[in-house]
């Protein structure tokens, strides 16, 4: 029986949301704040590429060496993250956001490299930081886990409002004012956990690099769960790169209205994050999870792709999001519970692998839709959800 099962057996009283939520405001907040940046940059890429005199393509094309920077950045400093008092690695990464968002403000097409390289590598520092921060302040098996979905819930409720948040910051000086407000909120945050978050545990001991590394070796669960975690986001972000493509040529529907689809997508994904931490907290069946979460979203992509009826593609919609979430988070919450000492690395090498899936998503769902159109699409990002299935019976091998 898993640690977080065992809690609830024995009748150790989880701890509730809103005094975790009380407890890790910060953390919270600065999650919230890591989205601003390539939220702003998505949302006003238009005028940012008429200001840089630059194809909006090739603007937006841009983005993509945050990714590179990302998966590069987690990989390379998974051994170290451990090393550092999480507060100052947290501290680290909003001052790399804050100083990359002003640069980038500057308006010319190579400070936008530099602003895309700089935001992808906060990113992968801040990810790992924050989630460790929120396990280790919860050390009580469950609530460790609990913490750590509470962070990427609270990331994903962002993502669907963050909109109308960007909306409002640019009202002063367009997208300029809203990464030098962005800018400022960072610093502010980072000023936070520079003079309040030293309770907590000691780093470890140094380890060699490269020994850091192979201990995940002896841990073929916690590499089964990051594994995991990497073909979902396959699946996913392959998925919704191509969503409102799919809602445009089958029913005409113009980027206005499919805003609105965009907003049930991530609430429901927001929901399934939320709720299956919750369910893995107290007790709940782990391994049911998983699998019903890879079925939900293996059966949802290949319908929301494929259909012509506009409310099945809107509850594959929901299903895929919730779906998603659900594994997710019980991804989270297992890494959190079982990596012990090697958390830290583990959220990294997590995030790089996420980082990695986000690529690979794009490529893979643009190879089927060229070859054999909608069905060839849906049939080829439903691949990485059938990989990600037999990896469920290595996660929980340790335990039978």
């Not at 992808?120 to 913490?147: E, H």
């Not at 030098?180 to 140094?206: C, H, K, M, Q, S």
């Not at 907290?281 to 929301?304: K, M, N, T």
Request: hydrophobic residues 55%; aromatic residues 8%.
């Amino acid at each position: 029986m898993s640690g977080m099962a065992d809690q609830a057996k024995t009748g150790q009283q989880a701890t509730p949301d809103h005094r975790i939520v009380r407890a890790l405001w910060p953390v919270l907040l600065a999650a919230v704040v890591s989205l601003f940046p390539f939220t702003i940059y998505s949302t006003f890429l238009v005028p940012i590429a008429e200001a840089v005199a630059a194809d909006d393509a090739a603007v937006g094309a841009l983005r993509g060496l945050g990714g590179v920077a990302a998966l590069v950045t987690g990989i390379a400093i998974a051994p170290l993250l451990g090393r550092l008092p999480q507060h100052l690695t947290v501290t680290a990464g909003l001052g790399l956001l804050a100083v990359t968002s002003l640069l980038g403000s500057t308006g010319t097409y190579w400070a936008l490299v530099v602003f895309c390289l700089g935001i992808g590598t906060a990113t992968a520092v801040l990810t790992p930081a924050l989630l460790t921060s929120a396990t280790t302040a919860f050390p009580r098996t469950g609530d460790s886990g609990r913490a750590a979905t509470l962070v990427t819930a609270t990331q994903s409720l962002a993502a669907v409002l963050a909109g109308p948040v960007i909306g409002v910051m640019a009202f002063w000086r367009g997208w300029e004012g809203a990464l030098w407000i962005t800018a400022g909120l960072a610093t502010a945050v980072a000023a936070l956990f520079l003079r309040g978050r030293r309770d907590g545990p000691e780093p470890a001991e140094p380890v060699r690099y490269l020994k850091a590394f192979r201990q995940f070796g002896s841990r073929p669960d916690v590499l089964a769960l990051i594994g995991i975690a990497a073909l979902r986001t396959t699946s996913f972000m392959g998925y919704l790169s191509f969503l409102a493509a799919g809602y445009h040529d089958r029913f005409a529907m113009d980027a206005s209205t499919f805003t609105l689809v965009w907003t049930l997508s991530g609430a429901s994904f927001f929901a399934g994050n939320y709720l299956a931490g919750r369910w893995v907290r107290d007790g709940g069946f782990p391994a049911a999870l998983l699998v019903a979460g890879l079925l939900g979203g293996l059966a949802a992509v290949l319908v929301v792709f494929t259909t012509t009826v506009l409310a099945i593609a809107l509850a594959a919609t929901v299903l895929m999001g919730f779906s998603h979430a659900i594994v997710a988070a019980v991804a989270t919450s297992l890494i959190a519970h079982r990596a012990g000492p090697l958390a830290p690395a583990a959220f990294s090498l997590n995030a790089a692998g996420m980082s990695l899936g986000v690529f690979a998503g794009a490529l893979i769902g643009g190879v089927g839709l060229g070859i054999a159109g909608n069905l060839g699409m849906a049939c080829a990002l439903a691949v990485p959800t059938v990989l990600a299935l037999p990896l469920v019976r290595a996660v929980f091998a340790k335990s039978r």
